[in-house]
Nanobody, 121 residues
Framework: QVQLVESGGGLVQAGGSLRLSCVVSGNTFSRNDMGWYRQAPGKQRELVASISSGGRTNYADSVKGRFTISRDNAKNTVLLQMNSLKPEDTAVYYC???????????????WGQGTQVTVSS
């Protein structure tokens, strides 16, 4: 059974930084493509960034140049470094395993509890 535990969220002022972490257990992490999604109140969940098992990354246009996704296969962890945060980045952030298809990412229906990110103006 795959388990995902996200952490690292919090309250930060606009322009600040946060580093999200997701520890994955119960599967062969190094073989999985991984993604970070977010969901703001009243909005649909959206893909923020993805990283393939080989390390290829893709980003939503809204976060390009500000967010960096990475993975540490030795620790079964996927990270999301978020810089120059904006109020519109406020959301619950989730990591999820999935399949990278070109620049697209298809998530598996396995979700953690998420971590809240709040950016004040």
């Amino acid at each position: 059974q795959v388990q995902l535990v996200e952490s690292g969220g919090g309250l930060v002022q606009a322009g600040g930084s946060l580093r999200l972490s997701c520890v994955v257990s119960g599967n062969t992490f190094s073989r999985n493509d991984m993604g970070w999604y977010r969901q703001a109140p009243g909005k649909q969940r959206e893909l923020v960034a993805s990283i393939s098992s080989g390390g290829r990354t893709n980003y939503a246009d809204s976060v390009k140049g500000r967010f960096t996704i990475s993975r540490d296969n030795a620790k079964n962890t996927v990270l999301l470094q978020m810089n120059s945060l904006k109020p519109e980045d406020t959301a619950v952030y989730y990591c999820v395993p999935g399949v990278s298809v070109g620049v697209s990412f298809v998530p598996l229906n396995i979700w953690g509890q998420g971590t809240q990110v709040t950016v004040s103006s």
